[in-house]
């Protein structure tokens, strides 16, 4: 990006370790996906995508294992490291949270923790030891860097909590403000903020490290609307349903379904070995869709699909529709 200021992570947020995936553990009981759009229905509200850790590419380094699980009130993923030498390698680690942009309607966007810095609640363990994260905070506009203006200016970074700041400043400084493109006419904030945590992590030589992160869901939700409205917005959809599943929503007539999503971000994971299993699609009425192949019931809620040497090309995105009363 033009104008964007090195950092030590800078390096980091691009590239993924050259991994091995174990497990990948995912409960429908949450769902959590990136908006298709900033635009709010009534009593519906958007949530934002994630992923896991990034790790500067180290051939020394093995990530032997994987595994993920998300609900509704906590996301979590272990991972299990194996460094192959004879050397103690280290390496810088950096968890970026979604991209912040706030759009009109204060709920639009949901943000489970109120805090202008970590708005998901994001911790980390290294052999179950807290680890102590670094942040790095920027802003932008379009490709634009324009951090060190709102910091001169004593403004919080997070649009959600700049707009008292903007008001107390002069009328100077907000014609500042309006001709640089960061605040409209209202007052309003048009930047994007980029938050990410990092730390320097340590890999001993010849052992394995667990890595424990988590961190709470960005979950939204959307009106319930009747079966038919359901199979008509299925069709050609990305969640991949089949004919089973559209067939039995056409036969659940009467009933309405509440759409709940879930995105998690794969493809930064490189070379991953090894079998992504479990959707939880939290009870048995309700339904479940995602694109897959392979996939087989293990259970009353649980499907497992099995991937050996898998390299995501995707992003895994999962539909849970949940039965509700008439609205």
Not at 35 to 61: C, R
Not at 182 to 188: A, G, Q, R, Y
């Amino acid at each position: 990006m033009s104008g964007r200021l090195r950092s030590p992570i800078d390096h980091v947020a691009r590239r993924l370790a050259s991994t091995s995936v174990a497990g990948l553990l995912l409960s429908a009981a949450a769902l959590y996906t990136l908006p298709t759009s900033p635009s709010k229905a009534n009593d519906s509200s958007a949530e934002l995508a994630t992923g896991g850790l990034i790790f500067t590419k180290n051939d020394s380094v093995e990530m032997r294992s994987e595994d993920l699980f998300i609900s509704s009130q906590q996301i979590r993923v272990r991972y299990r490291f194996l460094n192959k030498t004879n050397s103690d390698v280290d390496v810088h680690v950096a968890f970026p949270l979604p991209d912040l942009k706030k759009y009109r309607g204060d709920d639009v966007i949901v943000r489970p923790v109120k805090d202008p810095i970590d708005f998901l609640g994001f911790a980390t363990t290294v052999n179950g030891q807290r680890v102590r994260s670094n942040v790095e905070q920027k802003i932008y506009l379009d490709d634009r860097e324009e951090t060190q203006t709102l910091r001169h200016l004593g403004i919080p970074l997070s649009p959600y909590f700049s707009q008292d700041a903007v008001a107390k400043l002069s009328a100077t400084e907000k014609n500042q403000l309006t001709r640089l493109g960061l605040i409209d006419d209202d007052k309003f904030p048009l930047w994007t903020l980029k938050t990410t945590f990092y730390w320097q992590q340590l890999f001993p030589a010849g052992r394995e490290t667990l890595i424990d992160h988590q961190y709470k869901p960005s979950v939204g939700t959307t009106v319930a609307i009747d079966n038919a409205n359901i199979v008509g917005l299925l069709q050609g959809d990305t969640f991949c349903p089949d004919a089973d599943l559209l067939n039995s929503l056409r036969r659940a007539k009467g009933s309405y379904f509440s759409q709940q999503r879930i995105e998690y971000v794969l493809r930064t994971g490189a070379n991953w070995s090894g079998p992504i299993k479990d959707v939880d699609k939290g009870s048995p009425d309700n339904f479940v869709t995602f694109c897959g192949q392979g996939v087989r019931r293990i259970g009353p809620t649980q499907f497992e699909m099995a991937k050996t040497d898998f390299t995501p090309r995707d992003d895994i995105a999962v539909l849970i529709l949940k039965r509700e009363q008439r609205p």
